[in-house]
T-cell receptor, first 113, second 115 residues
Framework: AQTVTQSQPEMSVQEAETVTLSCTYD???????LFWYKQPPSRQMILVIR????KQQNATENRFSVNFQKAAKSFSLKISDSQLGDAAMYFC??????????WGAGTKLIIKP | GAGVSQSPSNKVTEKGKDVELRCDPI?????LYWYRQSLGQGLEFLIY????????KSGLPSDRFSAERTGGSVSTLTIQRTQQEDSAVYLC?????????????FGPGTRLTVT
């Protein structure tokens, strides 16, 4: 069965600094997608960034980028120039062969002003 | 355009009562998902609808849980004889179609509290 592990229950970063959130996953699939979602206090999940496993180039979206290490099954999220609005729960997820998202337990990101 | 909406936003019910949670997906989205999020946890898949196909119910935790989707649009998740362990946030998501590269758009969820 696929599993997604986020080993950091909570992270904090000073505003304008850079923070990296860790995620490891386990899958027997050869073709899969990985996602980072953000969940602010409003509860609404928002897609931050996605990575296709067959693409070697790391995905980037403005201040958000990933470090995808396929052999190590690692998929970390880097947030540059952290802003107060980045404070939220961040979830890593992997989509399986049944097109279901398998989720990590989440990392709470705190931004210090 | 309008996103995924869910109602009610919050629901408090007594143990043993039945509850219905509603999800309005984005217009034109054929795929609809229900997830459960317990406190401090990631999301747990419950059920999935794709067009007129039979739903994938593999994530439903017990036969007290059921869901339907009428006319390929609105979906209702029903929990019968609620238990305290059913307390969680129930999230609905929709996507344009089924597939790994189709983004799932989430609603704000319904927080269910069973007393």
């Amino acid at each position: 069965a696929q599993t997604v592990t986020q080993s950091q229950p909570e992270m904090s970063v000073q505003e304008a600094e850079t923070v990296t959130l860790s995620c490891t996953y386990d899958t027997s699939e050869s073709d899969y997608y990985l996602f980072w979602y953000k969940q602010p206090p409003s509860r609404q999940m928002i897609l931050v960034i996605r990575q296709e496993a067959y693409k070697q180039q790391n995905a980037t979206e403005n201040r958000f980028s990933v470090n995808f290490q396929k052999a190590a099954k690692s998929f970390s999220l880097k947030i540059s120039d952290s802003q107060l609005g980045d404070a939220a729960m961040y979830f890593c997820a992997c989509i399986d062969s049944n097109y279901q998202l398998i989720w990590g337990a989440g990392t709470k990101l705190i931004i210090k002003p | 355009g309008a996103g995924v909406s869910q109602s009610p936003s919050n629901k408090v019910t007594e143990k043993g009562k039945d509850v219905e949670l509603r999800c309005d997906p984005i217009s034109g989205h054929t795929a609809l998902y229900w997830y459960r999020q317990s406190l401090g946890q990631g999301l747990e898949f419950l059920i999935y609808f794709q067009g007129n196909s039979a739903p994938d119910k593999s994530g439903l935790p017990s036969d007290r849980f059921s869901a339907e989707r009428t006319g390929g649009s609105v979906s209702t998740l029903t929990i019968q004889r609620t238990q305290q362990e059913d307390s969680a946030v129930y999230l609905c998501a929709s996507s344009l179609s089924r597939g790994r590269n189709y983004e799932q758009y989430f609603g704000p969820g319904t927080r269910l509290t069973v007393t």
